[in-house]
């Protein structure tokens, strides 16, 4: 499965952007999906994930109540609709696909995209 992560850029403090993560294969819907971030420095984080029905979700607490993933199987693509975005939030995000359910845990997952650039400035 090849993955591409898109809709990352600038934005203010308190602003909104959405993620999107496409998948090159109709499989990816037997796949659950996560969201990780690296910011300068710092190890690899758990963001959020989502089963492959979409019927659990799961999230960081630093990003609970801000964060919403979802996705579209029919468009094999998972979003991360990020709002009320803090200078913290600064990172790079990847997605990823997991048939684990060690969701908060990046070894767990199989295949990565390639990384968006999200940018939180104050």
């Known amino acids: 499965v090849q993955l591409q992560a898109s809709g990352g850029g600038l934005v203010q403090d308190g602003g909104s952007l959405r993620l999107s993560c496409a998948a090159s294969?109709?499989?990816?819907?037997?796949?659950?999906t996560g969201w990780f971030r690296q910011a300068p420095g710092k190890e690899r984080e758990f963001v959020a994930a989502i089963s492959w029905s979409g019927g659990h979700t799961y999230y960081a607490d630093s990003v609970k109540g801000r964060f919403t993933i979802s996705r579209d199987n029919a468009k094999n693509t998972v979003y991360l609709q990020m709002s009320s975005l803090k200078v913290e939030d600064t990172a790079v995000y990847y997605c990823?696909?997991?048939?684990?359910?060690?969701?908060?845990?990046?070894?767990?997952?199989?295949?990565w995209g390639q990384g968006t650039q999200v940018t939180v400035s104050s």
């Open positions: 990823a696909t997991t048939r684990s359910s060690s969701y908060a845990t990046a070894g767990a997952y199989d295949y």
């Open positions: 294969r109709r499989t990816f819907s037997s796949y659950s």
